[in-house]
């Protein structure tokens, strides 16, 4: 079985566009958001859920009113400022709680309790294009690289039942702890990117990251046709760095049309721009 | 967060959906700003400001976590320490007790509980956090994470940290370019400010995530307002929803392959033509009137 992730480094060069398309044009895959943050596909693919879990996650701290004493302690120990002094009552700012337990532990009064937090939930559906596997954290909740895992986790376990030979993973913007934990034993990292400063700055990071995980990197340059010399750049950049060339695809707003629509852009009748994806999958394909 | 702080106004510029335009409208504010300004980039994994403002950088400094280091000779294997930990950052395994750097969030808590002090402070690099000036007005800070690094919190924290500084200085307003999303670097990044710019594109991806980052930013209970990117496509939704929750369009920037182009070749866009730098000027001049009426209130 293989897994593949489409990433960018920056945000809205089209990573879900493609991944959409891409879904549609491979038959034998599981296809899997790992943008557990900001999900975008099942616009595109409009799942129906056959499976719904709660994603909990760690646990926050909650002062008991009727036992704290107001000594303090607490806010004095919070290395993340979580425990504000209003009104007389010490609060926890449940955005700044990082659930590490210190002020649980040192209270003397014991006046701190530790509930779960209940940060999501999960899915497993079923598309047009096969099954689909992904989630929703709850705005302002932890962007947990444990619900990445998590969903990966489930979607292999889904390949496996249903004799899927691929994982076809849309991943997350940036390069912290999501894209992290997507990137871990995945077999091929498709880095989206634009010819802008950002695209290329972003793509040199991103890359690096990879490399740094040691997964092979292929590069798709969308809307290459907004600046050739910056086009020439990425593709210098990626040559250098021996990362594979996939595709450049012009900048066309088909992509946003076939959105309105509901739809990949594949599913477009008639567009060149269906065959220019189809030839950039096949080539993903060749390095699988 | 500086409850003394008055005369400045900081405005984070967030979006939901990355690729929306935050930078650009970021950077054009800056530009155009008529009071000092501090622009601030805290989307420290991907940080973009600064590809055009092209500031000059004139202090670097590399920013580290607090991560516990063990003394063996000390360690009699009581595991408070490891019960304590909530990231798997500290375990006993076999006779030695093992540190996880990388797991650490640094809250200190296995420093503090271990009673033979057996630990004592360490380093992880989180990242350099960067200050310069751009066009010899516009104050500049950023952090960068390092790459390999997960948790971007921490950075954003310290550089924030750093901008109450300069504004307690400088009394110059900031101007915050926030990480795209909406769960807790998104949060982290907005948190502080006295208001929000949700920029959009009138999409349905970008509609989808800009409801997204609505909710979540509708917690904390600060003014809201909007700016479209690429008016003219995709389709009405973001409009309905900004008639129905009353959040105000404060401007619109239309969908056009120069303003693209120009951004491609690291322009700011409120340079680009005399109705782009109005369309900015009257923003700005909307977001610091809303400075004078939260002073007076």
């Not at chain 2, 002090?117 to 751009?134: D, H, M, V, Y």
């Not at chain 2, 980052?213 to 509708?218: P, T």
């Not at chain 2, 182009?261 to 680009?272: C, E, F, W």
Request: with cysteine.
């Amino acid at each position: 079985m293989r897994e593949l992730i489409v990433i960018s480094g920056k945000g809205g060069t089209g990573k879900t566009s493609l991944t959409g398309a891409f879904a549609h044009l491979d038959r034998e895959k599981i296809i899997c958001d790992l943008d557990v943050d900001a999900p975008d596909l099942h616009i595109l693919l409009s799942p129906k859920v056959i499976l719904q879990e709660k994603f909990i996650s760690g646990n926050e701290a909650v002062i008991d009113q009727d036992k704290c004493q107001s000594c303090g302690t607490c806010a004095e120990m919070c290395r993340y400022d979580a425990i504000s002094f209003k009104d007389d009552k010490y609060l926890v700012e449940p955005l700044r709680c990082e659930g590490c337990k210190v002020c649980v532990s040192f209270c003397p009064e014991e006046a701190v309790e530790f509930p779960p937090r209940y940060c999501g939930n999960w899915y497993v559906s079923s598309t047009r294009f096969g099954t689909m596997v992904h989630a929703q954290l709850f705005p302002g909740a932890e962007n947990s690289g444990r619900l990445v895992a998590l969903l990966r986790q489930k979607a292999r376990a889904k390949a496996k039942e249903e004799g899927r030979n691929l994982i076809l993973c849309d991943g997350a913007p940036g390069i912290g702890c999501p894209v992290i934990s997507s990137l871990s034993g995945t077999d091929l990292a498709v880095v989206v990117t634009e010819p802008t400063p950002s695209g290329l700055h972003d793509l040199m990071r991103v890359a690096e990251l990879c490399s740094h995980f040691k997964i092979r990197v292929a590069v798709i340059v969308n809307k290459f046709d907004l600046n050739q010399e910056q086009t020439s750049k990425i593709q210098d950049y990626c040559r250098k760095n021996s990362h594979e060339l996939v595709g450049n695809i012009p900048h066309d707003d088909i992509f946003t049309r076939a959105m309105v629509e509901k739809k990949v852009v594949t599913e477009i009748r008639d567009s060149n721009m269906a065959l220019m994806v189809k030839q950039t999958w096949e080539k993903i394909s060749d390095l699988l | 967060m500086d409850p003394k702080r008055k005369s400045n106004l900081i405005v984070s510029i967030a979006s939901g959906k990355g690729g929306t335009g935050k930078t650009t409208v970021s950077a054009s504010l800056a530009c155009v700003w008529k009071k000092p300004v501090l622009a601030v980039d805290l989307d420290v994994e991907e940080p973009n400001l600064h590809l055009f403002l092209n500031p000059e950088i004139s202090h670097q400094e590399k920013i580290y976590l607090e991560t516990p280091v063990v003394d063996e000779s000390k360690c009699t294997l009581c595991r408070m320490c490891s019960d304590l930990c909530q990231f798997q950052a500290i375990k006993v395994m076999g006779e030695t007790l093992l540190t996880f750097t990388e797991m650490c969030h640094g809250c200190g808590g296995c420093l503090a509980i271990c009673p033979e002090k057996a630990l004592s402070p360490g380093q992880r690099e989180l990242g350099i956090l960067s200050q310069g000036s751009s066009l010899g007005k516009i104050s500049f800070l950023m952090g960068s994470l390092r790459v390999g690094e997960a948790m971007s919190p921490p950075l954003m924290t310290i550089v924030k940290k750093r901008m109450m500084e300069i504004l307690g200085k400088e009394r110059a307003d900031a101007i915050i370019d926030a990480p795209p999303g909406v769960s807790c670097p998104a949060v982290c990044a907005v948190m502080d400010s006295d208001l929000i710019i949700l920029v959009t594109e009138p999409t349905p991806f970008g509609f989808h995530d800009f409801r997204l980052a609505w909710e979540s930013f509708s917690s904390m209970g600060k003014p809201m307002a909007v700016v479209i990117n690429r008016a003219g496509l995709g389709d009405s939704s973001v409009y309905r929803f900004c008639d129905e929750k009353k959040l105000p369009i404060l401007a619109s920037i239309p969908y056009d392959r120069n303003i693209a182009q120009a951004y491609s070749k690291g322009q700011v866009v409120a340079r680009l033509s005399p109705e782009l730098e109005h369309k900015f000027s009257d923003l700005a001049r909307e977001l610091q009137g809303y400075d004078r009426e939260a002073a007076y209130a």
